[in-house]
């Protein structure tokens, strides 16, 4: 079992005003075959740990520690990262233009596991890959995410998720903008990646309609840079039924 522990991490970013702190102490522990959920209102921070995580470099940790295994991840460099076993899967992803899908994801893959995959395996691992995302297969000649819809680039997404199988995953709203269909095959491949590999995730989200179908072990409710509480799956349907005004009025007496 893999541990990514994360202690009392400040991060801040660089604005027109001078440094903003976002993450103001945010503690959490996350272990392999785990999967917690993040929910929190718009500015709670969320993103910016994904970020964080995942190496962004507008993104200052000024104090705390990220370990994966008790190894410091924030001496790693991206791809150090991604070596190590975490993976994100953006809230935007990026179009890569003169890319072919099918070139990054063989390229990645090599990077990753540091040398190439049997072409025989890899060649029906992706077939398969792009089967059960119900993706086209003329999209293997595409260039990475170029004219793609937003549920396409979910779906592409959490194919590389299933192909490159990470310890970690952190998911960065990959719910948003997408239709009930996408919602349950991207969920539905989540899942196939858990068990596969007993992956750890990391699920931040607003809403609780992809708990349906990605059943969370824990939830935390974030505000304010901060984790002010957690508990297990019932939190999330208290917050659909609630929302955030009672977390954010206790946050807003105690500063």
Do not use: C
């Not at 970020?51 to 470099?57: M, N, V, Y």
């Amino acid at each position: 079992m893999a541990t990514l522990e994360i202690k009392d991490l400040h991060v801040q970013i660089e604005t027109e005003n001078g440094p903003k702190e976002i993450l103001k102490g945010l503690t959490l522990t996350l272990s392999t075959g785990e999967t917690h959920a993040i929910m929190g209102p718009n500015g709670s921070g969320k993103s910016t740990l994904a970020a964080t995580i995942a190496g962004h470099p507008r993104y200052e940790v000024t104090s705390g520690s990220i370990t994966l295994d008790g190894e410091d991840v924030l001496e790693m460099e991206v791809d150090e990262r991604a070596q190590a076993g975490l993976f994100l899967a953006m809230q935007y992803p990026v179009e890569i233009p003169g890319v072919t899908m099918t070139n990054f994801l063989r390229t990645a893959k090599t990077a990753l596991d540091g040398e190439a995959p049997s072409l025989r395996h890899w060649t029906k691992d992706v077939k398969g890959a792009f089967e059960a995302l119900q993706i086209d297969p003329a999209f293997m000649n595409r260039n990475v995410n170029e004219g793609f819809s937003g549920g396409e680039k979910k779906r592409a997404e959490i194919l590389q998720l299933e192909l490159f199988k990470p310890k970690f995953a952190v998911l960065d709203e990959t719910d948003s903008g997408l239709d009930v269909d996408a919602l349950r095959i991207v969920s539905e491949g989540v899942n196939r990646a858990q068990a596969a590999n007993e992956m750890g995730t990391l699920l931040i989200t607003h809403y609780t309609r992809i708990l349906n179908y990605i059943k969370p072990d824990h939830v935390h409710v974030m505000v304010d840079g901060r984790v002010v509480e957690s508990g297990g799956p019932e939190l999330a349907d208290q917050l659909e039924a609630e929302g955030y005004a009672r977390f954010e009025q206790a946050v807003a007496a105690g500063a």
